[in-house]
């Protein structure tokens, strides 16, 4: 059993499989071999070294999915330089507050455009000094081609058996990687993580859930999340499974197809994207086929309690489940590639329509909880005990003698074990927060564990936005920054567990009145003024103003303008003037409902 990243990866390389990694050149894949992949690590670990980076060093990563991230990463792991993944999609100034923060003394970038991001963070206050491009001329003449560094490791190919050495160095409660996270104060927080909490965690979770040698793996969730970099990255390698990059999000259909994985994970939002399509073909089919269709759905959901619990399908029921997957199913599951077992799903709760309707149709799909602090599986569904809207069985029952998961009385989920977090990288008071006086670190999710011991999440202590494709948003600073335009007096961001941030605008009415009045808008009350269409583009044009200084995945897409302030009166705000979410969310349920019902 490996008990380091840099244990689990030379254990991998011993299966010698001739497609470790496979990345796509146009319209095939070409694949790297496990001894190419130890090369390649080797290689590279030993120009850091070579260039004076010590163990502890952060090394930071702004890269896609592709073949160079698992190389810095393994080669950072075995040398003991903690990496530090950021998302390509953040802007320049969020970018810079992680790259200063850390202290990074090297940053790899995938692009031009990242390292141009990378370049704003150099100056007096930063650590940074060196900037490598993978693709492209560099945007510098300080930026240094991937390409020299790998040149400069095969120079030295002769002491590669050092570097395996290197390895045997490494220590569980060596910090292995920082992984800054969403805050509600607006500056992301660094969850330090070691390669204990990972290896604990893939190993763990590997007992549990069916993965093999053999399997095939398409990797398209970012491995910048924590969930895609143990399930879809460690554990893969760890098994022996071949890892395939998706060219991007967007070439997800393709690449499936292409590549016929066998297993793939997920945020729910590429799940509910399939489900949409395939209700949107169907609907726009003939009456027959429609017909056809809705019968198939009604046998597949028949089968679908039987399937949760492994327990025998009635014999009429499977004969029509035979022919719905027949004549209906096997079709979709052919747009997949249709070859998947079975598929999981992390980062936001999956509606158990959606997961019902995969199940149905021959692709089973296991949901888990967990956290970024937590490396981040705490529990997920067994198959044979899933339960739509839980999030499964912990995965211990105890730890160290004590339970692993527990309630605490106001209903937060706390939870300690191997996997959690050894606290949050320069910053005591924040890791002090986030756990009680016995050491168990403090989920911000209420929920209940019911008589089965199966978890449910029911609310959300943190007020952390979870969208559906698993992106965090803070929305107080967005909040904040609306607040900045002379036309907006209040707002509160949307989006949780919504594919999409949307937001409820407050006018400054007074502002509004002079605008109306300048524009020669007529209007008979306030109600009358918000609710006409140039008030609405007006006030979304001053959103898009803001968006501006956003990332994509944090932009307001989408305004209900309300006609009057939230209140302490009405309980929609407290003592202190914060918004109680919960609350507006409830009073308002029906115009929430309204921005989201066309998407």
């Given amino acids: ?250 070439t997800v259909g393709d690449d499936l197809q292409a590549t016929k994985p066998t297993l793939i994970i997920s945020v729910p939002r590429i799940y509910e994207k399939i489900y949409a399509r395939v209700r949107e073909g169907v609907a726009s089919s003939s009456f027959l086929k429609r017909f056809i269709f809705h019968w198939a759905m009604w046998a597949g959901e028949m089968s679908v309690p039987y399937l949760y619990e492994k327990r025998n399908i009635p014999l009429w029921i499977q004969f029509q489940l035979w022919w719905s997957r027949h004549l209906v199913f096997h079709k979709i599951l052919a747009k997949t590639g249709g070859n998947i077992r079975f598929a999981i799903s992390g980062g936001a709760p999956l509606s158990p329509k959606v997961m019902a309707f995969f199940w149905a149709i021959g692709l089973p799909i296991t949901e888990g909880y967990g956290l970024t602090e937590t490396s981040p599986v705490i529990s997920f569904n067994r198959f044979g005990e899933v339960a739509p809207g839980k999030v499964g069985r912990p995965i211990y029952d105890t730890w160290q003698g004590r339970p692993y998961v527990k309630i605490a009385p106001d209903g937060e989920i706390l939870c300690q074990g191997p996997n959690v977090m050894k606290g949050y990288w320069k910053n005591p008071e924040a890791t002090a927060e986030a756990f009680d006086a016995d050491g168990y670190f403090r989920t911000g999710d209420i929920g209940e564990l019911d008589a089965r011991g199966l978890l449910k999440i029911t609310d959300r202590k943190k007020e952390i936005i979870v969208t559906s494709g698993g992106k965090k948003v803070a929305p107080q600073p967005i909040e904040e920054l609306l607040k900045t335009d002379k036309f907006i007096t209040q707002a509160v961001l949307l989006g949780d567990r919504r594919n999409f941030i949307s937001a409820l605008i407050i006018p400054n009415f007074d502002s509004l009145y002079r605008w109306a009045h300048q524009h020669k808008i007529a209007y008979s009350s306030s109600r009358d003024l918000v609710a006409r269409p140039e008030t609405v583009q007006m006030l979304m044009e001053r959103v898009e103003l803001i968006n501006q200084h956003l990332s994509n995945f944090e932009r307001v897409k989408k305004i209900a303008v309300l006609d009057h302030e939230l209140s302490l009166e009405t309980g929609q705000l407290t003592p202190s003037l914060k918004v109680k979410r919960r609350v507006v969310n409830e009073m308002y349920a029906t115009l929430i409902e309204s921005l989201y019902k066309e998407a």
């Fill in 1 to 250: 059993m490996a008990h380091t990243i840099a244990d689990l990866f030379y254990e991998a390389c011993a299966f010698q499989s001739a497609d470790a990694l496979a990345f796509r050149r146009g319209s095939t894949y070409v694949p790297i071999s496990h001894k190419e992949l130890q090369a390649r690590v080797e290689r590279l670990a030993l120009a850091l070294e070579a260039r004076g980076l010590k163990a502890g060093e952060p090394v930071a990563l702004i890269c896609e999915n592709r073949p160079e991230w698992a190389v810095v990463d393994y080669a950072c792991a075995i040398s003991g330089l903690p990496t530090v993944p950021l998302y390509p999609t953040l802007n320049a100034p969020q970018s810079a507050f992680i790259l200063k923060h850390a202290e990074t003394r090297i940053v790899f970038c995938s692009t031009p455009e990242q390292a141009r991001k990378a370049l704003t963070a150099r100056g007096a206050d930063s650590a940074l000094a060196t900037v490598v491009q993978m693709d492209g001329i560099p945007v510098d003449p300080a930026v240094v081609p991937f390409a020299t560094l790998m040149a400069e490791g095969e120079a030295l190919e002769a002491r590669r058996p050092e570097v395996r050495a290197w390895a045997r160095q490494r220590k569980p409660e060596d910090l292995l990687t920082l992984i800054y996270t969403s805050g509600t104060t607006g500056d992301p927080k660094g969850a330090m993580l070691t390669h204990g909490n990972l290896v604990s965690n893939v190993e763990r979770t590997l007992e549990l859930i069916q993965m093999k040698r053999g399997d095939r793996c398409l990797s398209f969730l970012p491995l910048s999340h924590i969930l895609e970099r143990m399930a879809g990255h460690y554990s893969m390698m760890r098994i022996g499974a071949s890892i395939y990059y998706a060219e991007s999000i967007a």
